[in-house]
T-cell receptor, first 110, second 116 residues
């Protein structure tokens, strides 16, 4: 089977840094991706890691350790608009089939 | 491009009725995915297509659910008969296999289905 675990909710203040962790158990692994979903909206792609290490895209970074079956999303200089749910997802082939975690609801406070 | 288009955006129906959800993927994309999202079960992959051919339908909950992709620009997800536990937001997503390491999925706005 396949399973992903991430915290259900995280709270932080504006300007802070927050890390959302994701651990996975999958029969096959091709890469780990992160999606953001605002309340009432659709998931949108944030980042992807196929190899170990850190990928940086502006205020967001994502990290992967394949040996530990672990990854995280790092959000810096938090803004109110970052309040949303964040999903990690595992792809088990290049075709892009994704298995999503349950999501982490991030609340950014003033 | 207009992005992935789904219709209807909201659907309220009574138990036992047939429901058809529609999706138009981004032009040129060769993968199409149907997801269901609920508070209890999260975001679940129901079925996906590659070049209009169903590849994996292991997520389809039961025989009441069926999906088709008659051509590259249109797909349907049908529930017959519908039940209250089918109430959820149904998302369609598409992606392009361009040979890169990863194919970003682009999601449509979703259809919020309520079965009374």
């Amino acid at each position: 089977g396949q399973s992903l675990e991430q915290p259900s909710e995280v709270t932080a203040v504006e300007g802070a840094i927050v890390q959302i962790n994701c651990t996975y158990q999958t029969s096959g692994f091709y890469g780990l991706s992160w999606y953001q979903q605002h309340d009432g909206g659709a998931p949108t792609f944030l980042s992807y890691n196929a190899l170990d290490g850190l990928e940086e895209t502006g205020r967001f970074s994502s990290f992967l350790s394949r040996s530990d079956s672990y990854g995280y999303l790092l959000l810096q200089e938090l803004q109110m608009k970052d309040s949303a749910s964040y999903f990690c997802a595992v792809s088990d082939n290049q075709g892009g089939k994704l298995i999503f975690g349950q999501g982490t609801e991030l609340s950014v406070k003033p | 491009d207009a992005g992935v288009i789904q219709s209807p955006r909201h659907e309220v129906t009574e138990m036992g009725q047939e429901v058809t959800l529609r999706c138009k993927p981004i032009s040129g994309h060769d993968y199409l995915f149907w997801y269901r999202q609920t508070m209890m079960r999260g975001l679940e992959l129901l079925i996906y297509f590659n070049n209009n051919v169903p590849i994996d339908d292991s997520g389809m909950p039961e025989d009441r659910f069926s999906a088709k992709m008659p051509n590259a620009s249109f797909s349907t997800l049908k529930i017959q008969p519908s039940e209250p536990r089918d109430s959820a937001v149904y998302f369609c997503a598409s992606s392009l296999a361009d040979g890169s390491l990863y194919n970003e999925q682009f999601f449509g706005p979703g259809t919020r289905l309520t079965v009374l």
